[in-house]
Nanobody
């Protein structure tokens, strides 16, 4: 059974940093693509970034240059380092995973309904950036 748990959210001031963790069980990262999505009240769910076992890392334009994805395969954990946070980054952040052979291209997280390609989801963690 696949299980995903996000952690690391919290309250931070503009310009601050947070590191989110996505701990997975029931599968190994070497066969999976792991994506981060976020959703703020009144807004559609949007892609943040994606790290693939085959093709590396992809970032959505809104976070490019500020957020960094990394993985520790031995611990089955993906990290999202968020720097220079802005109020518009405030959202619930979700980690999602699916087999790389299904996802194929991490860039699909920015396509309409791209999140629907991922069937394994965590519960979300709240990130709040104050001005």
């Amino acid at each position: 059974e696949a299980h995903i748990v996000e952690s690391g959210g919290g309250l931070v001031q503009t310009g601050g940093s947070l590191r989110l963790s996505c701990a997975v069980s029931g599968f190994t990262l070497d066969e999976y693509s792991i994506a981060w999505f976020r959703q703020a009240p009144g807004k559609k769910r949007e892609g943040v970034g994606c790290i693939s076992s085959s093709s590396g890392v992809y970032y959505s334009d809104s976070v490019k240059g500020r957020f960094t994805l990394s993985s520790d395969n031995a611990k089955n954990t993906v990290f999202l380092q968020m720097n220079n946070l802005k109020p518009e980054d405030t959202a619930v952040y979700y980690c999602a995973a699916d087999k790389t052979r299904i996802i194929r291209d991490c860039a699909k997280i920015d396509r309409p309904l791209g999140s629907t390609w991922f069937v394994n989801w965590g519960q979300g963690t709240q990130v709040t950036v104050s001005s």
